[in-house]
């Protein structure tokens, strides 16, 4: 039997990933930035053992469906079939992050799992091989491995696609990202659907490819040079292009919820009202506010008479993947 654990935490694309070129290797069409969070996470526990016959996938303790269990087990082959191992493999894992529900589940789910594999098997991977292999898993789980702020860089092969840590001075440490949770139900249409959809259907797509690359060259300046107001206005700008190429898709979709499109304007005028502080969306309704540390409770006041206090999350900068011992009660 070989055993493994590991907990990674999510992040947030300041500059979005969005559309594959390889849906196989997972291979994207742009190279995209994230912030790692440390109010959001996942533990994967995994076990692999000659007694199971099949493998089993638990999440947050509900045996999941057989479509669920198969995402699991293309992962799972991947790593047998690299370390010519035939074993099935029982995963548990618990997400201390809504599932689904654009709040990136899947980066932190899946990075887990890579680490827990990896742990389990003994493969001593480096940073970048365990974000290559976190990649095949979900895009935006690469960058999970890594604390603070990371650089996906998009590559042309499996080899040269994987994230990196961003030299900043420990700049993330002065920031915080305030989650407005609008809806943590499960939305219609995955980021995967929805990537798909866009990239093959939306003639804004090619618009969004000609901006990105400009605005993660301008994103990374900003990081250098601690440029709050650069940083923000770029993030800002860039995942409102993102959701902008899903209303040309075929059929067209939006992400936005009438309470997101609220969150905006409250952020716009909270700006007007000289607090700065920027919003970013993933594959959800939820809205997520980039603002400095020194700035979050009055940020936290100026939205306290919109929303409750429970529907308010404040992460700050967190910490890259960790592998963890495999304690005796999770053992079979
Ligand atoms: P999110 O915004 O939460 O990342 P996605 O639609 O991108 O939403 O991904 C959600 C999918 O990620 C789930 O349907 C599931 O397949 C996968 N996922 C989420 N959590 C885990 C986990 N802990 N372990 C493995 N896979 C997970
Ligand atoms: C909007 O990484 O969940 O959150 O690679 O198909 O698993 P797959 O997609 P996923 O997509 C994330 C999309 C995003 C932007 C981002 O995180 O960069």
Redesign the pocket.
């Known amino acids: 039997m070989y055993a493994g654990k590991a907990r990674a935490y999510t992040n947030i694309a300041l500059i979005k990933y969005w559309g594959k070129k390889d849906e196989q290797l997972i291979l994207p069409m742009n190279s995209s930035l994230s912030l790692t969070l440390d109010a959001f996470y996942?533990e994967?526990t995994v076990h692999f053992d000659e007694s199971y016959t099949e493998d089993t996938?638990c999440?947050d303790g509900e045996k999941q469906d057989p479509k669920?269990t198969a995402?699991?087990s293309n992962f799972l082959d991947l790593v047998r079939k690299q370390q010519n191992l035939s074993l099935f493999a029982k995963v548990d894992?618990q997400?201390f992050?809504?599932?689904?529900?654009?709040?990136?589940?899947?980066?932190?789910?899946?990075a887990?799992?890579a680490g827990a594999c990896s742990q389990a098997l003994n493969l001593q991977l480096t940073e970048t091989e365990l974000s290559r292999l976190a990649r095949r898993g979900?895009g935006?789980a690469c960058r999970s491995i890594f604390g603070g702020f990371a650089e996906w860089q998009k590559g042309d092969s499996d080899q040269t696609s994987f994230a990196q840590t961003i030299p900043s001075n420990n700049w993330e440490d002065d920031l915080a990202m305030l989650f407005v949770l609008v809806d943590d139900g499960i939305?219609d249409i995955?980021?995967?659907d929805g990537m798909k959809r866009t990239v093959e259907t939306s003639s804004f797509y090619s618009g969004w490819l000609e901006n990105v690359e400009p605005d993660l060259a301008d994103a990374k300046q900003a990081i250098r040079e601690k440029d709050f107001t650069k940083l923000g206005e770029i993030t800002e700008a860039n995942g409102l292009r993102m959701h902008g190429t899903t209303l040309a898709a075929v059929p067209p979709f939006t992400y936005w919820s009438p309470e997101s499109l609220n969150v905006m304007q409250l952020v716009r005028a909270a700006r007007k009202q000289g607090l700065p502080c920027y919003f970013t969306m993933?594959?959800?309704p939820n809205v997520k506010i980039l603002v400095e540390k020194k700035n979050l409770t009055a940020l936290k006041n100026f939205l306290a008479d919109h929303f409750s206090e429970e529907k308010l999350i404040t992460a700050y900068a967190g910490p890259g993947i960790t592998l963890m011992p495999v304690e005796r009660s999770e053992e079979l």
């Open positions: 996942t994967t996938f999440l669920q995402k699991i894992s997400n992050v809504p599932t689904a529900a654009g709040l990136a589940s899947s980066a932190s789910g899946l887990a799992l979900s935006s939305k995955s980021s995967r993933d594959a959800g």
